[in-house]
Nanobody, 117 residues
Framework: QVQLVESGGGLVRPGGSLTLSCAAS????????MNWYRQAPGKQRELVAT???????NYANSVKGRFTISRDNAKNTVYLQMNSLKPEDTAVYYC???????????WGQGTQVTVSS
């Protein structure tokens, strides 16, 4: 049974940093891509960063150079390090696990990130 639990959200000032964690029980990283999505009020959910099952990473242009996705295989946890945060980064951030070989994916409950002075 797959369960994704996010943590680490909160209130931060512009220019600050936060690290989100996603504890991914029941996920085998070698066959799942791990993604971070976000959804701001009134906007569609957007893909922020991906750690593929092959070990490569991809980022949305809006966060490239500021955010880093990483994976700890021993802890079965995925992280999103967010630096130089901007008010437009304010959103609920969701962890997603997408199975590589079929149309199956799982979502966490989300964690709120608010960037405000």
């Amino acid at each position: 049974q797959v369960q994704l639990v996010e943590s680490g959200g909160g209130l931060v000032r512009p220019g600050g940093s936060l690290t989100l964690s996603c504890a991914a029980s029941g996920v085998i990283f070698s066959v799942y891509a791990m993604n971070w999505y976000r959804q701001a009020p009134g906007k569609q959910r957007e893909l922020v960063a991906t750690f593929t099952s092959a070990g490569t990473t991809n980022y949305a242009n809006s966060v490239k150079g500021r955010f880093t996705i990483s994976r700890d295989n021993a802890k079965n946890t995925v992280y999103l390090q967010m630096n130089s945060l901007k008010p437009e980064d304010t959103a609920v951030y969701y962890c997603n696990a997408k199975y590589t070989y079929a149309s199956i994916d799982y979502w966490g409950q989300g964690t709120q990130v608010t960037v405000s002075s």
